[in-house]
């Protein structure tokens, strides 16, 4: 599945020639802090033998901008920077997963979740003290006649969140896999000048891999579609840049781990929703009390790596506080 010409495909050895892991992520933590949420970069991980994939550690893998990092908040840093932060998040289900993960991150927990279709509202966040929105968009099931148009979607969003704040203060991530598109982004800023909302900070999740292996009723799409895919998720990244959106490039991190997704018939979702047990101490302290609430988590490493990037770029102005 060679999406770049320009890319060698498997395993190649860092040219700088480290010795060991050690030193190699040394030198990672003193690099500058990257200023772009779409800092070009790669996979890296350590192996004893590049050639040999097995003896590869792939749970030590992270993706690595070439001249940059980007930051690592602790969740006290994130706590006082998400504080009186309303984050709407419009788009299909990758767009939810990076939502569940700032929900687990900024709580400590994730005490609910839904795969919600619809809109959903949370604002028992930090301490009631930052809130986040969802819309599900498109809603491929209903047929194209029946699907709600994006920009209504968008409104009804921004109708469900009120009250919100022309500034900095309200954060709109918009993405989806493979459906978003510059005449969504134009669309968006339209609602947003009508709204009285062209003040707000802006985040494009950019496309991911997704639809590369044939399922019965889902459609399919080639390596050159792919190739072409590459070429639109470039455009719409500058269109974005443009316009003055944060960019977090998730189709570059995720079209090398295509192999990597957890569940769902399009192999595009590279997170998943656990229950987590509660600790034997925990049921011994409700023994005679109403059973606590259930606890849950959100897996996956790939979705874990950029939604840290969405973080680090919805705070950049907290650098100071930096774990």
């Known amino acids: 599945m060679r999406i770049s010409q320009e890319e060698r495909c498997g395993i190649q050895k860092d040219r700088s020639q480290y010795q060991d892991w050690i030193a190699y992520m040394a030198d990672v933590a003193i690099l500058p802090l990257c200023k772009e949420g779409d800092a070009p970069g790669r996979w890296v ?3 004893k033998k ?35 932060k309303k984050l709407l998040f419009i788009g299909d289900s990758t767009n939810r997963g990076m939502m569940h993960y700032l929900m687990e991150r900024v709580n400590g927990s994730l005490m609910e979740w839904d795969k919600t279709h619809d809109i959903r509202i949370v604002s028992n966040l930090n301490e009631g003290k930052t809130s986040v929105a969802f819309a599900y968009y498109p809603q491929f099931w209903l047929s194209s006649d029946q699907r709600p148009v994006f920009d209504k979607a968008l409104y009804q969003l921004i109708q469900r969140s009120r009250p919100l704040d022309n500034t900095s203060d309200t954060i709109l991530i918009v993405g989806g896999v ?16 009508v709204e009285k909302l062209n003040g707000i ?3 494009l999740k950019t496309l991911g891999s997704g639809f590369h292996q044939a399922v019965d009723g889902v459609h399919s799409l080639s390596v050159n579609e792919h190739q072409k895919l590459l070429q639109h998720n470039l455009g719409m990244a500058n269109f974005a840049k443009h316009y003055g959106f944060e960019v977090i490039d998730t189709f570059n991190i995720t079209v090398a781990r ?10 595009c979702h590279f997170h998943r929703v656990i229950k987590v047990p509660y600790p034997e101490s925990i049921w011994k302290k409700h023994q005679s009390k109403s059973r606590p609430s259930p606890r849950y988590h959100v897996e996956g490493s790939i979705n874990a790596i ?18």
């Not at 993706?63 to 930051?71: D, E, G, I, K, V």
């Not at 770029?313 to 100071?320: E, Q």
Request: charge should be positive; aromatic fraction near 12%.
């Open 45 to 47: 991980l350590p192996c």
């Open 50 to 84: 590049c050639h040999v994939r097995k003896t590869c550690y792939w749970r030590e893998a992270v993706w690595q901008p070439y001249n940059c990092r980007h930051a690592l908040f602790s969740r006290t840093s994130l706590s006082k920077c998400l504080a009186r």
């Open 178 to 193: 493979q459906w978003l598109a510059t005449q969504h982004l134009l669309m968006l800023l339209r609602v947003l000048k």
């Open 201 to 203: 900070q802006l985040v």
């Open 258 to 267: 295509y192999k990597d997704f957890l569940q769902g018939k399009c192999a």
């Open 306 to 323: 950029y939604s840290e990037i969405l973080l680090s770029r919805i705070c950049k102005d907290y650098i100071s506080d930096v774990s």
